[in-house]
């Protein structure tokens, strides 16, 4: 019956946007409790771009350094950093957080791009200096919301994988334009940390 | 089964329908599951757990067996003190600073007799922490039962699970790797230790 067909086409278009229009937000995570605070914590170095950068910095550099840096660059940064954030919860004064780590992006980006080689040592002295700052202002901007300690495992993780992801890119040099193509992303830091420094 | 049988069997089933008991009405066994989910449910036990897992998987098969032991007869006797001596409060931290201590052994990757000794120390710490608030004996000894069954069933999971990274990764892949896992572990117990003890 072609009227009743009609009916059909209209109801099976009608319920989807009938659903669509009077749909409301989804609140499957209503951002509070153990899963609120992980996933503000995962989500922390993540939605600062400045922070986002350095972070994956670390590891694009920990590729360029070779071992044992390479490993030793994405366990002192997240513990620096936690080190940091607890000096932020505890209110101790930290001057310039902002001005250090738009730094960190500009110098952790020219250490990339000119492809600088140095001891691990002294690497992990200019990366904990960075992460200190990093730290700091994560400690500081703490939500109240949040659960503390999921805030803390989500956080740490979150760090850590951009770490790894830096560390996976910069796999590429093993190939010559691969090479290039890290020295690049490292001027990208670099001009994004300058654009922070600046802003 | 075939015939009227399985007739009557349906109608029996149909008409004496009861309550779904999948939850067990056996009185006091909720304490049982409340102590078995707390090493796992509460930070300080669940960091010092998941130290102590990662430095008995790196310990080797001989050393962990000795640190596993120890690690049941003092969370016994964490567990059993306060029948003695009242149960104690504010004692959480212990657990922290052992395992603080722990993650730091795992970070050196010299893992030694020093594994069993923590042991010791987490198996006490993580024993206090969880001992069953007073109460009717029965109740009381029924909790903790429970958290002496989850503490060991969470060492045990860590353990196994450091184990197989162990069998999969052998020599110095698996030390970068149980030293980063136990760089992140230092980063979420400092930052956790200022949320909880912190101003």
Known sequence: MPGHCVFKRFLLAAVPLFGLFASAAAQAHAGHGVAGGFLSGLAHPLV??????????????????????IWVLPVIFPLIMAFGAMLGVLG????????????????????????????GAAAAVIVSAFAIFHGHAHGTELPDAANPFAYAVGFVI?????????????????????TWLV???GVAVSVVGAVFLIA | MRGPGRGWLAAALLLAPGWALAHSPMPGIEGFYTGLLHPAGA??????????????????????????????????????????????????????????????????????????????????????????DPGPVGAVLITAAGSFVGANLLLLLVF????????????????????????????IILMWGAFAYGP
Do not use: K, N
Request: charged content about 10%; some cysteine; proline content about 5%.
């Open chain 1, 48 to 69: 600062g771009l400045d922070h986002l950068v350095a972070m994956v910095a670390v590891g694009l550099w920990g590729a360029f350094l070779r071992a044992p840096a």
């Open chain 1, 183 to 185: 020295r690049a992303g």
């Open chain 1, 158 to 178: 979150a760090t850590g994988l951009l770490h790894l992801g830096g560390i996976g890119l910069g796999s590429l040099i093993r190939w010559p334009a691969g």
């Open chain 2, 43 to 132: 930070p300080e036990p669940l960091l010092c757990t998941l130290a102590l897992g990662l430095v008995l998987g790196m310990a080797g098969p001989a050393l962990a067996r000795r640190g596993w032991v120890l690690y049941l007869g003092a969370l016994m006797a964490g567990l059993v003190l306060p029948f003695a001596a009242g149960t104690p409060a504010g004692l959480e931290w212990i657990a922290l600073a052992v395992a603080l201590a722990a993650a730091v052994v795992a970070l050196s990757g010299a893992v030694h007799w020093l594994a069993v000794v923590l042991c010791g120390a987490g198996g006490l710490a993580v024993g206090l922490g969880s001992a069953p």
């Open chain 2, 160 to 187: 196994g699970g450091v184990d197989v990274v162990r069998e999969r990764l052998r020599g110095i892949w698996f030390l970068r790797a149980a030293q980063v896992a136990a760089g992140w572990l230092i980063a």
């Open chain 1, 92 to 119: 101790v004064y930290i001057p310039a957080v902002e001005t250090g780590i738009a730094l960190s992006g500009v110098i952790l980006g020219l250490l990339i791009a000119f492809a600088i080689r140095m001891p």
